[in-house]
């Protein structure tokens, strides 16, 4: 079963709202990742987290917040956001064995920043 | 420049044909090779690893030139649902890794 599991699928949000974005997996993988893609472009990169623990920030604005709670689990907290912060949002998971692991992506949340 | 360059595409193509996509890394350290597929609106889905020796999977051929460090995916007799946006993507090594390297992605549509 290679399945990462994403909710909400979409979320609409004020500016001024606080919302929080779930991801699971349950392959047993030990590498986590957040990544944010906005239209006809390739997914960016934001967080990776090994052995539930952050390794990675790529210079990801405060207002978003990630959290390992273990290591099926990761959640992006959103606090006040902008418009254009509006993207596809998108998990994924990897083995994080070796140089030819497979990074695995769920299905995504769409956000829009209102 | 980029880690990763891609052809623009888009590609529009019949039923049936055979088209190439090619795409080259800058970074000759990188050791692990990919081509996701993406659909409007969906998340990218592996659709095969690429290795030195060249990998066949049914209708698709991945290629990987280490010298030229160049990559591609031929995809033969295409089929109306391979219409979608092909990703080339390099995995960093060392302090990246873990790290994809995505290219701007190739449209492809094929038409009936």
């Known amino acids: 079963d290679t399945e990462v599991t994403q909710t909400p699928k979409h979320l609409v949000m004020g500016m001024t709202n606080k919302k929080s974005l779930k991801c699971e997996q349950h392959m047993g993988h030990r590498a986590m990742y957040w990544y944010k893609q906005k239209a006809k472009k390739p997914p960016e990169l934001m967080f990776v987290?090994?052995?539930?623990?952050?390794?990675i920030n790529e210079s990801v604005p405060s207002r978003f917040s990630p959290e390992c709670p273990n290591s099926s689990l990761l959640n992006l907290h959103l606090h006040a956001l902008q418009p254009e912060d509006s993207a596809l949002y998108l998990c994924a998971s990897s083995s994080d064995r070796g140089e030819s692991d497979t990074q695995y992506f769920g299905p995504g949340t769409r956000l829009t920043v209102l | 420049r980029k880690e990763v360059e891609q052809d623009p595409g888009p590609f529009n193509v019949p039923e049936g044909a055979t088209v190439a996509f090619n795409c080259t890394y800058s970074?000759?350290?990188?050791?692990?090779f990919f081509w996701y597929r993406q659909d409007c609106r969906k998340e990218p889905k592996l659709l095969m690893s690429?290795?030195?020796s060249g990998n066949e999977d049914g209708r698709f051929t991945a290629q990987l030139n280490r010298a030229s460090q160049y990559i591609s995916l031929l995809i033969r007799d295409s089929k109306l649902s391979d219409s979608a946006t092909y990703l080339c993507v390099v995995k960093g090594r060392g302090s990246t890794l873990g790290r994809l390297y995505f290219g701007r992605g190739t449209q492809l549509t094929v038409w009936p």
């Open positions: 987290y090994s052995y539930e623990k952050l390794s």
């Open positions: 690429v290795y030195s």
């Open positions: 970074n000759s350290a990188s050791q692990s």
